[in-house]
């Protein structure tokens, strides 16, 4: 007799809940798609680039939404993320380096790279941490970053799925949107968070989500498949 896929809730926005989707099929889950997070592209003018030794990106979608404001690809670029270098090469920019982390690996990777000089940073209406912070812990020398907001991510009004084994978490921001569909609707379900800040809305409601070992979404999956044993994520 067969057994019924694992149902996995994809909590994070379109069109990145699609490609996951496609991910956890190919594992042998079943994917739930109800993004609690919706993303909107904002037409902020840019700024002359000229003066920019660098863009940084901490988001694939900071890099479509900037994509499509300018046709500017001649800067170097520095991506928090192997995801967001990639989305960085597929709209056009040539020099890509990514930092295959967080927040905190992007700016010491800038830090190893650039001095005396500004960076540009198209990114989220809410960033997701203190960019200028983190450089100045990185070591940078005397490095200025201009922010460019050029989207913003929206609650939406998903509910819970009536049934569901697990969920994955890909942000901060939908940490928090799910920590307000309260404690009974995940009590049951293997949580997993791509981060600590991912996690931590959730932790606060006395739930115990699962961790990814580096912020990236294989080893979210990764996780997931320890927790709910199916084929290994593929990369």
Known sequence: MSVAPKRVW????????????????????????????????????????????????????????????????????????????????????????????DLHALARLIAGAVANADVLVPQAETPAGDFTAALAAAGARNVSIQSLTVYRAIETSAAAPALFDASLIHSPRAGHALAKRGHNALAHAVLACISPAAAAPLIGLGLTPVVAKSPDETSLLTILNAALGKRDPAV
């Open 10 to 101: 994809i909590t994070r926005a379109e069109p990145g809940a699609a490609r996951t989707a496609a991910r956890l099929r190919d594992m042998g889950f079943e994917p739930i798609v109800a993004p609690l997070l919706a993303i909107e592209n904002l037409t902020p003018p840019v700024p002359d680039l000229a003066p920019f030794a660098a863009l940084a990106f901490t988001s694939v979608n900071g890099v479509s939404a900037f994509a499509a404001l300018t046709p500017g690809r001649d800067l170097p670029v520095f991506a928090v993320g192997d995801a967001t270098a990639q989305a960085a090469h597929d709209a056009g920019f040539a020099d890509v380096r990514s930092a295959a982390g």
